[in-house]
C-alpha cells in the first residue's frame, strides 16, 4: 500500500481556515485521495476525495499537488464541531479495496 | 447517505465471555464487509474481509478462532470476541461496502470494554 505522512496533531483558531497537509511521494498514478475524519468516539467519515484536480465540497476543499506527491485539506473556516482525527488515504478506485489507515492528524480547535 | 447500524454501541463484559457485535446495512446491500479495531489514542487497524457467503479472511496477527466473522446475508454481518480478555478491549467498527456502487461506509462503532 502507498503510505501517506502527516502531521500529529495541529491546533488553529476557531472561525479560521486550517490546511491540514499530507505526503505521498509513492502515489501510483490511478490512487485517489481521499479524506477521512474521526471524532471522538464515533466512526470515521468521509470528507472528500480527489485524483488530480482541486475539489470542493460543503465540507471541505483538497488541493492536490500537480506532482500528485502531496495535498492538503483546507476547511474554510473552522468551528469547534471539527475538532476530530483527520486521515488521508490513498485508494485504489477500481474493486473493493481495503483502506488503510495512517495515524492521521489530530485537530485541535481553540475558541 | 447511507445508513450502516452496529449493535450494541457500547458492551462491558466479564473476561472470558464471549460478545457478539452486529453491523446492519439499513439502505443498501454489501457484499463486502471488513472489520476494524481501533486501541486507544491509536489509529484504525483492519481486522478481517468477509464477502457475504464466504469465509471471512484475517489480516496477520488476528486469530480467526477468537474473532468469528459471519456474513449470512447481504445487509448483517456480526463479529463475535469469544472468551474475551482485557487487551480485547477497543473499538470495533464495520464498514460495509455497497455492492452497487463499490462505496465503503463506516459503522459508528462498538465500544467493548472487558473486566
Known amino acids: 500500500d502507498a503510505k501517506t505522512t502527516q502531521p500529529n496533531s495541529m491546533e488553529s483558531n476557531e472561525e479560521e481556515p486550517v490546511h491540514l497537509p499530507c505526503n505521498h511521494s509513492?502515489?501510483?498514478?490511478?490512487?485517489?485521495i481521499h479524506w477521512y475524519r474521526q471524532l471522538p468516539s464515533q466512526g470515521p467519515e468521509y470528507v472528500i476525495h480527489?485524483?488530480?484536480s482541486n475539489v470542493n465540497n460543503r465540507m471541505a476543499s483538497l488541493a492536490i499537488a500537480e506532482d500528485r506527491k502531496s495535498s492538503t485539506l483546507i476547511l474554510h473556516r473552522a468551528t469547534l464541531r471539527d475538532a476530530a482525527v483527520y486521515y488521508c488515504i490513498l485508494k485504489y478506485p477500481f474493486g473493493n479495496e481495503k483502506l488503510t489507515f495512517g495515524t492521521g492528524t489530530r485537530l485541535t480547535i481553540i475558541p | 447517505g447511507a445508513v450502516v447500524s452496529q449493535h450494541p454501541s457500547r458492551v462491558i463484559c466479564k473476561s472470558g465471555t464471549s460478545v457478539k457485535i452486529e453491523c446492519r446495512s439499513l439502505d443498501f446491500q454489501a457484499t463486502t464487509m471488513f472489520w476494524y479495531r481501533q486501541f486507544p489514542k491509536q489509529s484504525l487497524m483492519l481486522m478481517a474481509t468477509s464477502n457475504e457467503g464466504s469465509k471471512a479472511t484475517y489480516e496477520q496477527g488476528v486469530e480467526k478462532d477468537k474473532f468469528l466473522i459471519n456474513h449470512a446475508s447481504l445487509t448483517l454481518s456480526t463479529l463475535t470476541v469469544t472468551s474475551a480478555h482485557p487487551e480485547d478491549s477497543s473499538f470495533y467498527i464495520c464498514v460495509p461496502t455497497d455492492a452497487l456502487t463499490d462505496t465503503q461506509y463506516f459503522g459508528p462503532g462498538t465500544r467493548l470494554t472487558v473486566l
Open positions: 480527489g485524483l488530480t
Open positions: 509513492t502515489i501510483s498514478g490511478t490512487d485517489y
